[in-house]
T-cell receptor, first 112, second 111 residues
Framework: NAGVTQTPKFQVLKTGQSMTLQCAQDMNHNSMYWYRQDPGMGLRLIYYSASEGTTDKGEVPNGYNVSRLNKREFSLRLESAAPSQTSVYFC???????????FGQGTRLTVV | QQPVQSPQAVILREGEDAVINCSSSKALYSVHWYRQKHGEAPVFLMILLKGGEQKGHEKISASFNEKKQQSSLYLTASQLSYSGTYFCGTERSSNTGKLIFGQGTTLQVKP
């Protein structure tokens, strides 16, 4: 049972490049989330999806887009990366929504 | 609005107790607590729901004062494994799962 799997684990981008962070869960959860974590800032919600086909903005959605491809997968896209998007990105899922969330191992992204 | 955690950091000896506080200026439906070790993903500890229901682990306790919109996490007889950063996440509406996390409290337990 893998839980929540994120790919890649590490990535370096140049300013202006685009990329997609992948997330998949095998726990049949409806709710999925993308967070970013910066030093001293805790975890900040970027986007979340309450179910397949639905997405909604979190605290810091600017510069990101998401796709809930199916119940298992929830991807995060950076269309034009900026140095301010250097962070550790965590994907999480839960079921029902207001219960224990399971986090992936994170993607460490550096934009130069 | 981000909840405020206190203290920001605490150092303990094994066997000592600690309390971590989380305070919000907004009315809350629930408070969630997570622990994160360096370089790892956050791990669930506890949920406290409006109305007093708690869901979590046996060895960790917490309280939720709905009138003050404050929660406290109680770590008793601390062990080396308790070291890490503790985050509270607050939820304003039920069944959304949209958590606003505090900035974290770093706990270090020494032998």
């Amino acid at each position: 049972n893998a839980g929540v799997t994120q790919t890649p684990k590490f990535q370096v981008l140049k300013t202006g490049q685009s990329m997609t962070l992948q997330c998949a869960q095998d726990m049949n959860h409806n709710s999925m989330y993308w967070y970013r974590q910066d030093p001293g800032m805790g975890l900040r919600l970027i986007y979340y999806s309450a179910s397949e086909g639905t997405t909604d903005k979190g605290e810091v959605p600017n510069g990101y887009n998401v796709s809930r491809l199916n119940k298992r997968e929830f991807s995060l896209r950076l269309e034009s990366a900026a140095p301010s998007q250097t962070s550790v990105y965590f994907c999480a899922s839960s079921e029902p929504a207001n219960t224990e969330a399971f986090f992936g191992q994170g993607t460490r992204l550096t934009v130069v | 609005q981000q909840p405020v955690q206190s203290p920001q950091a605490v150092i303990l000896r094994e066997g000592e107790d600690a309390v971590i506080n989380c305070s919000s200026s907004k009315a809350l439906y629930s408070v969630h607590w997570y622990r994160q070790k360096h370089g790892e993903a956050p791990v669930f500890l506890m949920i406290l729901l409006k109305g007093g229901e708690q869901k979590g682990h046996e060895k960790i306790s917490a309280s939720f004062n709905e009138k003050k919109q404050q929660s406290s996490l109680y770590l008793t007889a601390s062990q080396l494994s308790y070291s890490g950063t503790y985050f509270c996440g607050t939820e304003r509406s039920s069944n959304t799962g949209k958590l606003i996390f505090g900035q974290g409290t770093t706990l270090q337990v020494k032998p």
